[in-house]
């Protein structure tokens, strides 16, 4: 049995993949939040890179980067989270807000009451709306393919990436949670 | 090029838990260096998000650009490394040059047994019977 640890699909490997995208590149894209003061959203549905594209923005522009995770799956409750926000939020900081849907009208007009002074701010979410859209997110088979041959070349050669991308309805999190299941239970 | 070491006393990388983790640390800096920590920590890694607790730090204030001191921790009772199906848990010393990029990270497996402790799959859980109490409708 495999140990969880090498794993190729831990999430510590999933979530190490670059921000890749055949319709634009990382630079065009802080170009867009730039020419928008630093304001920008990126949306898309589930498991298509939100997060990962969200974190390499930030990573590129750098500052104190502030990470709030409002999604589904988060542990704490939205009132703490927020909570855990700087109470001064200053030019320097740049936040990156994850999961901006969970967020009503009410909350999210508090949240960026606190939010907007910070020198940028990227939130993701389904749909557009709060922000300025900078990105749309979108997976397709090929997109998969490439993503797990970084990971394990093997499982491409072996494993139905088609028909698992089309029983995930795109979604690569997903995806990837079941090779992580493959790999845990294969012998050797 | 900066080179921080972390040398264990025995080359030692398997502790009971409870059991003393002592050695010594090097450092040969480019430039001196604010601060160096020794954490003595527990991490997970696996399917779902990572954990990682510092257990014991040291810190080194003001160590110049090369140095060596000894240093000796007490290791808690737990948790023991192991590894099941969905996580790994793994401790490690890291020493860190701060502030700065430098760390330099040993792995040690803290178990009662001489390697990480395996959880096995238990497989599908036994269907549960039904245990009817009272008079049975006919």
């Given at each position: 049995m ?34 928008q003061?630093?304001?920008g959203a ?9 997060t ?7 990573q ?28 001064v ?12 849907e ?9 949240t ?17 709306g ?13 997109l998969l393919r ?12 072996t ?12 979604n ?15 012998e050797g | ?7 264990l ?9 409870g ?12 430039e ?10 527990w ?8 954990d990682?607790?510092i ?16 240093f ?6 737990g948790p023991?490394?192991?590894s099941?199906t ?5 401790w ?14 040993v792995?040690i497996?803290?178990?009662p ?5 395996r ?13 009817r109490i ?5």
């Amino acid at each position: 049995m495999i140990r969880p640890v090498d794993n190729p699909f831990a999430s510590r490997y999933v979530e190490a993949l670059p921000f890749r995208c055949a319709a634009s590149n990382l630079d065009d894209l802080i170009d867009r939040l730039v020419s928008q003061q630093g304001r920008g959203a990126v949306v898309g549905p589930h498991g298509s890179g939100k997060t990962t594209l969200a974190e390499a923005l930030a990573q590129r522009v750098g500052g104190d980067i502030v990470r709030i995770h409002l999604g589904t799956e988060t542990r704490q409750p939205l009132t703490s989270t927020i909570r855990s926000l700087p109470r001064v939020v200053e030019p320097r900081h740049t936040i990156v807000l994850d999961g901006a849907e969970q967020l009503g009208p009410v909350a999210w007009w508090r949240t960026w009451r606190q939010l907007r002074s910070a020198g940028t701010v990227v939130i993701t979410g389904h749909k557009p709306g709060r922000l300025p859209v900078i990105h749309e997110c979108s997976t397709d088979p090929d997109l998969l393919r490439e993503l797990v041959a970084e990971l394990s070349p093997e499982i491409v050669e072996t494993f139905d990436l088609d028909e698992l991308f089309s029983r995930h309805q795109g979604n690569l999190r997903l995806c990837f949670r079941e090779l992580y299941d493959v790999c845990a239970t294969s012998e050797g | 090029m900066s080179e921080l070491r972390i040398d264990l006393d025995g080359n030692r990388s398997h502790f009971l838990p409870g059991d003393d983790v002592a050695g010594r640390v090097v450092w040969r800096l480019t430039e001196p260096s604010e601060a160096l920590e020794l954490r003595l920590f527990w991490h997970t890694s696996g399917k779902g998000t990572e954990d990682v607790v510092i257990a014991r730090s040291h810190r080194f204030d003001a160590p110049g650009t090369y140095g060596e001191q000894e240093f000796r921790f007490r290791l808690p009772a737990g948790p023991y490394s192991f590894s099941g199906t969905l996580i790994t848990l793994a401790w490690s010393l890291e020493l860190v040059s701060l502030p700065g990029e430098g760390t330099e990270r040993v792995d040690i497996v803290v178990a009662p047994t001489p390697v990480e402790v395996r959880l096995q799959s238990l497989g599908r859980p036994p269907k549960s019977e039904i245990i009817r109490i009272g008079p049975v409708r006919r």
